[in-house]
RNA sequence: GCGCCCGUAGCUCAGCUGGAUAGAGCGACGGCCUCCGGAGCCGUAGGUCAGGGGUUCGAAUCCCUUCGGGCGCACCA
C-alpha cells in the first residue's frame, strides 16, 4: 500500500539531488526508530557523503533548501546524522491505505528477466515451478517433512499473491532403496502377502514405520541379507514380479497418508511426478544421448571410476578443492544414479527435455481439509490432483512443466547433489535454465534433549549435551499426525477452559484450527539458515510469538465490530470524512500499526525473493503485538469523542486488512472465537 | 583437508543490502479483568553482540584471522 508513496517520494529527491549536486542517486526510503523522527526516513545524504566530500548534515541541509514533496507530505525535517524525515499527513495516508489494494501490481517486483525469457514474452507472467514435501513413500510423515512442506506452501502462496504463475510439485521416489526396505520387510522378514498389505489396517504409515525401523535392525544382524535390498531395488526398476507390485502397492497407500496428513494443514499440490515413471519413459536415456553428445560425460576406462560415465567437476570453481573431481552419473552396472535421473527430471522441469509424462487423475482425487480452516485451500469436490504415470494416461490434462524458474524445496544436506545437477544443465549449455534452478535449502529438524528424553529415545545416561537427529531407519522421530494430534488435544483443552458448553463439533473445528495455526506459524518462524531443536513443549505453547497470538488479536478486533454493531454504530469508517480528520487524533502507537500494515507487500516481496519466510511470520507477530498494545491503550466502545473513535476503527481495519493477508500466505486460520 | 551454515540476555531466537539509545518470546520477579475475552497488556532484573585485527564519519552487520559447534564433500538418496 505505502509502495507507490514510497518510489513517488523517492523519485521527487532524486530529481533534487540531480539538481543540487548534478549527481545521479537512487534515494532508499526506510522508517524511523520512533514516530518522534517521522513517518519515513531518507538517509541519502549518509551515503552520498563520501561521494561528495561533505558532512551529512550539510547535504541534508543543502537538499532541504527547496524541495517540495506533493501531498500527504505535511512536512520535512532533518534528523539525527543527517536523515532527512517525512511527516505525513496520517488521516489523509489511512483513508487512502483502506481504499487502496493491498498489493499494487504496478510496483510488483516481478522477476522480469524471467518473464522477459518465456515461450510467450514478457506480457505472460513467469511460470514458476516449486517442488517440495517429496517424502520417501515408506513411512508416516514426521515433524522434519513438516517444515518442508510448510515452507514450500508458504513460498507458494506467497508467489501467487505478487501475481505469479505457480505449479506445485511433489516429487515421489517409488523405486528408491526406502521403498525397497520397506518390501522386504513385509515379504522376507514379516511374511506378508500383497493381500495381507492391501488390506492391512490404517495407519498404514504407522505401520511402515515400525516395519522399515525392524527392518533396518535385520540388516545390521546379517550383512549378508542386503542382497534382498539389492534384488529389490531391481525390481522397484524394472517393475516387474510381485516385489515391484508390492513396491507399488506400499507407495500408493503411503502417499496417500502423507496426502491426507498434509491435507490437515491446508497443503496441496498441481501435481504428482513418480520416479518409477522418469524410469519407464526413459527420461534418461533421452537425457544420456544429451549428454554423452554436449561431451559432458566420459566413459572411465580405468581407475576407481572403471566403467561408469562420470560428469567432470574440475573445470568448475564452484567444486574446487573436491578430492573427487568426477561425480558418477551411470554406475559400472549400468544403473543410474540419484543425480543422473535428477539432471533428466530438472530439464524436463524447464522444459527441455524434449519428453513429456503421461497424466492421469490421482484415484480418489485431492484429499479435502475438515472444515477447512485454512484459507483458500479446500481444492473442492470437483478438483483434480493429477499425477504422472506411463500405463493409462488421459489425453486431456493441463500442461505441466515447462517452467520459466524451478525451485527445490530440499534440506541444505543436499546442497552439493543441487549443485551438480546445475553443473549438468551448464555441461548441456543450458546456462539460463541453471541460472533459474534454485535450491531453497533450510537446516533440518532434530529433537531437542528435553523432547528425546521425553519420548525414550535417549537415556540419562545418553550424552545430554547436543539434539538428537530423526532416522527414520531407526524410528526416531516425531510423526507429524502424533503432533497434529496431540496440538489439537492441547487446545481443546484450552477453549474448553473458556466455553464449557460448546457442541463438541464446534469445540473440535476451533481445536483444529488452532493447532494447526500453532503449527504452520512454528514451522516459519524460523530463520531457514538455522537448524530447529524441535522442542514439544515448545511446539504445544500457545502463548508468545505463535500461531495462536495472531489468531487471538483477529477475534478481539472481530469482537470490538460486534459490539459496535450490537450498540447501533458504525464499525466501518467513512472514508472521505477520515481523510478529513486532525492527524494529531492519531496516538504514535496506533500509527505504527498503519505504518508496520502498509508495508506488507515489500515483506512479502523481500520474503519470496530471499527465500527467507520467517520475514513474513516476523511481520505478522510484530502487527499482532502492536494491535494488542493499541487495544489495550486505545478503547473504542467507551471513547465519547467521535473522531478519536473514527481514528482507532480505522487503524484497526488497516491492521484486519494486514494481518488477515499474512495469515492467509502463512496458512494460520482466522477464527470468529477461539 | 576443502566447501557451506551457525556463535547476540539464564534458555530459544530477531536484528534486512553498514546508520539514529542492541530487540522479542520463554523463564524469574512485580503489577493490570465492576472486562471491546487475561491465548492479552504494563513494568523490573538480565548483554565486553565468541576472541583479535582491518575498512569507514559510523560495524552485531562488510573483509581477514583464531577458537568453538553443525552439515556436506559415494558406483545412498
Known amino acids: 500500500m505505502l509502495k507507490g508513496l514510497k518510489a513517488e517520494l523517492s523519485r521527487c529527491l532524486a530529481a533534487q539531488i540531480r539538481s543540487v549536486f548534478n549527481v545521479e542517486h537512487t534515494p532508499v526510503v526506510s522508517i524511523p526508530p520512533r514516530r518522534a523522527l517521522g513517518d519515513l526516513a531518507f538517509p541519502a545524504a549518509l551515503h552520498l557523503a563520501r561521494e561528495l566530500r561533505k558532512k551529512p548534515r550539510d547535504i541534508a541541509t543543502e537538499l532541504l533548501d527547496g524541495l517540495h514533496f506533493p501531498a500527504p507530505v505535511k512536512s520535512v525535517r532533518i534528523e539525527g546524522a543527517g536523515y532527512l524525515n517525512v511527516f505525513l499527513d496520517r488521516s489523509a495516508v489511512a483513508a487512502r491505505l483502506l481504499g487502496e489494494p493491498l498489493y499494487d501490481p504496478s510496483t510488483s517486483a516481478m522477476d522480469e528477466a524471467v518473464a522477459a525469457q518465456g515461450p510467450n514474452g514478457a506480457s505472460t507472467p513467469a511460470k514458476v515451478i516449486v517442488e517440495h514435501t517429496n517424502i520417501n513413500p515408506n513411512k508416516a510423515a514426521h515433524i522434519g517433512h513438516l517444515r518442508n512442506a510448510v515452507l514450500g506452501d508458504v513460498l507458494v502462496r ?205 484415484p480418489g482425487g485431492a484429499p479435502r481439509q475438515e472444515d477447512a480452516p485454512v484459507a483458500g485451500t479446500d481444492p473442492g469436490e470437483d478438483a483434480v490432483l493429477w499425477q504422472t504415470t506411463t500405463d493409462d494416461p488421459v489425453r486431456e490434462h493441463p500442461a505441466f512443466g515447462a517452467g520459466d524458474r524451478v525451485i527445490n524445496v530440499i534440506d541444505a544436506r543436499q546442497s552439493y547433489l543441487q549443485r551438480i545437477v546445475r553443473a549438468g544443465l551448464e555441461a548441456l549449455g543450458h546456462t539460463d535454465a541453471a541460472a533459474h534452478s534454485v535450491h531453497f535449502a533450510y537446516e533440518f529438524v532434530s529433537l531437542s534433549t528435553g523432547t528425546a528424553r521425553q519420548l525414550g529415545f535417549l537415556t540419562d545416561a545418553d550424552d545430554q549435551s547436543k539434539s538428537l537427529d530423526m532416522s527414520g531407519r531407526k524410528g526416531i522421530g516425531v510423526k507429524a499426525d502424533d503432533l497434529l494430534d496431540q496440538l489439537e488435544a492441547r487446545s481443546a483443552e484450552q477453549i474448553r477452559e473458556r466455553y464449557s458448553d460448546l457442541a463438541p463439533d464446534v469445540l473440535a473445528a476451533r481445536a483444529r484450527a488452532v493447532a494447526i495455526g500453532a503449527l504452520r506459524f512454528f514451522m516459519v518462524k524460523a530463520t531457514t539458515t538455522r537448524k530447529i531443536a524441535f522442542d514439544l513443549d515448545e511446539a504445544l505453547a500457545f502463548e508468545g510469538e505463535t500461531g495462536p497470538y495472531l489468531q487471538y488479536s483477529l477475534v478481539r478486533e472481530r469482537n470490538i465490530r460486534h459490539k459496535l454493531d450490537a450498540a447501533g454504530m458504525a464499525s466501518e469508517v467513512d472514508l472521505e470524512a477520515l481523510a478529513q480528520l486532525d492527524s494529531e487524533l492519531w496516538a504514535d502507537d496506533l500509527w505504527d500499526l498503519v505504518l508496520q500494515a502498509a508495508q506488507i507487500q515489500q515483506t512479502v516481496e523481500r520474503g519470496s525473493s530471499s527465500l527467507e519466510l520467517s520475514l513474513i511470520a516476523r511481520a505478522a507477530l510484530d502487527l499482532a503485538a502492536k494491535f494488542h498494545h493499541a487495544y489495550h491503550r486505545h478503547r473504542i466502545l467507551d471513547e465519547e469523542n467521535a473522531d478519536l473513535r473514527s481514528v482507532r476503527l480505522a487503524g484497526f481495519q488497516i491492521f484486519r486488512k494486514g494481518l488477515i493477508d499474512l495469515t492467509e500466505l502463512l496458512g494460520v486460520p482466522v477464527l470468529e472465537q477461539m
Not at 498434509?262 to 511426478?273: E, H, P
Open 158 to 362: 506467497s508467489l501467487r499473491r505478487l501475481g505469479h504463475q505457480v505449479e506445485t510439485q511433489n516429487y515421489i521416489d517409488d523405486t528408491g532403496v526406502q521403498v525397497a526396505d520397506v518390501v522386504v520387510g513385509f515379504i522376507d522378514v514379516r511374511g506378508w502377502s500383497l493381500a495381507d498389505v492391501e488390506t492391512a489396517e490404517e495407519p498404514f504409515d504407522y505401520l511402515c514405520w515400525d516395519v522399515y525401523s525392524q527392518v533396518g535392525q535385520w540388516f545390521e544382524e546379517d550383512k549378508e541379507r542386503q542382497a534382498l535390498r539389492r534384488q529389490t531395488l531391481h525390481a522397484l526398476e524394472s517393475g516387474e514380479g510381485e516385489r515391484a507390485a508390492m513396491g507399488r502397492l506400499v507407495a500408493r497407500r503411503i502417499v496417500d497418508r502423507h496426502l491426507r496428513t498434509m491435507a490437515r494443514i491446508g497443503v496441496g499440490y498441481d501435481v504428482l511426478t513418480r520416479e518409477s515413471d522418469i524410469l519407464g519413459l526413459d527420461f534418461f536415456t533421452v537425457a544420456f544421448e544429451k549428454l554423452k553428445s554436449a561431451g559432458a560425460i566420459r566413459l572411465e576406462a580405468d581407475g576407481k571410476n572403471e566403467g561408469c560415465w562420470v560428469m567432470p567437476l574440475q573445470g568448475s570453481e564452484e567444486f574446487a578443492g573436491l578430492e573427487d573431481p568426477d561425480k558418477v552419473i551411470v554406475r559400472s552396472d549400468g544403473t543410474v544414479t540419484y543425480v543422473g535421473k535428477d539432471i533428466a527430471y530438472q530439464l524436463w522441469k524447464f522444459g527441455l527435455l524434449g519428453r513429456d509424462f503421461g497424466y492421469r487423475p490421482w
